[in-house]
């Protein structure tokens, strides 16, 4: 957990993921190999204690370092806490395996001043080259549902070599879907072998060109 001066809370409320992706601590750490690592989930009275204990806190920000928050088998419970005692909420996620249903459901729980940021890098032939074990399908699913929510909504990007050709296309189905964001971004933490051969620079600016040409500012 950390506390910022800005009136947020960032929690990791689990270790659960179903991806393996190459740069990941859990991926990367021998006692995952192993079959060691423990999965768990934080414990949903810890959840309201802090936010019924931090009054000047605005926003929880729910974005795992070493899971992916929508395992948590009560995050719909948690959910309804922090608006309880006037939190907003951040979700950031890779949207893998939940079906339809539960992104519904999830829909239906938030408000127009939270937000869900989906981290996936790529599209359907592209995103599960770094990502393992996404489901394009799912994704797909996950986004198009929560494009439609009342939700601040952000698709995060990061460049790799082997999506750095699909960030048009990407641009593109982000808008049909109605996320309202979409962010290319660069990463330290790039397997061998997989680091663009492509600017970041150079592709934001043909994305400004392609923006421009079609009377988009966002």
Known sequence: MHISKNHIIEVELTSKCTLLCPACPRTKDKEEIYNKWSFGELDVG??????????????????????DSIYHSRLFDIIDICHRYNKLISLETAGNLRNREWWDKLSSLLG????VTFSVDGLEHSNHIYRIN????????????????SCRTKWKWILFKSNQDDVLEGYKLSKKLGIKTFQLVESGRIPPGNEPTKSLKKILAELREYKELQGLDN
């Open 46 to 67: 810890v959840i309201e204690k802090l936010a019924s204990q931090t009054p000047t806190v605005e926003k929880f920000i729910f974005c795992g370092a070493y899971g």
């Open 112 to 115: 127009p001043k939270d937000d």
């Open 134 to 149: 996404s489901r394009w399908d799912s994704i797909l699913n996950a986004m198009t549902v929560i494009g439609k929510s």
